[in-house]
């Protein structure tokens, strides 16, 4: 069993620059893919990126492609989401998760139902 606890969130101004990290207890999470999604008052949840157990490919939505970088440090057991050029759309609960590896994760990595273990989410408020 995987554990997933996520800090970091904040308030932050628009243009700033957050980092989130994801600590994750079970000897699985080395070997499972890993992500981020988030979810807005009102929203549907959103995908925002995803990492390959091995760190070797990342996959980003649309709305933060160039702003955000996924990472992850398997010797740490810890996933994190740097976020730049922050913008109040950016506000939402960051949930990470993980599962595990499989040969579609290239086409299936936005798919919430791919991922098995989710964390409780932490508050992020970006002010314009």
């Known amino acids: 069993q995987v554990q997933l606890v996520e800090s970091g969130g904040g308030l932050v101004q628009a243009g700033g620059s957050l980092r989130l990290s994801c600590a994750a207890s079970?000897?699985?999470?080395?070997?499972?893919?890993s992500a981020w999604f988030r979810q807005a008052p009102g929203k549907e949840r959103e995908f925002v990126a995803a990492i390959r157990w091995t760190g070797a490919a990342t996959y980003y939505g649309d709305s933060v492609k160039g702003r955000f970088t996924i990472s992850r440090d398997n010797a740490k057991n810890t996933l994190y989401l740097q976020m730049n050029s922050l913008k109040p759309e950016d506000t939402a609960i960051y949930y990470c998760?993980?599962?595990?590896?499989?040969?579609?994760?290239?086409?299936?990595?936005?798919?919430?139902?791919?991922?098995?273990?989710w964390g409780q989410g932490t508050q992020v408020t970006v002010s314009s």
């Open positions: 079970g000897r699985t999470f080395s070997a499972y893919n």
């Open positions: 998760t993980t599962g595990p590896p499989g040969r579609t994760f290239s086409t299936t990595y936005g798919i919430e139902s791919n991922y098995d273990y």
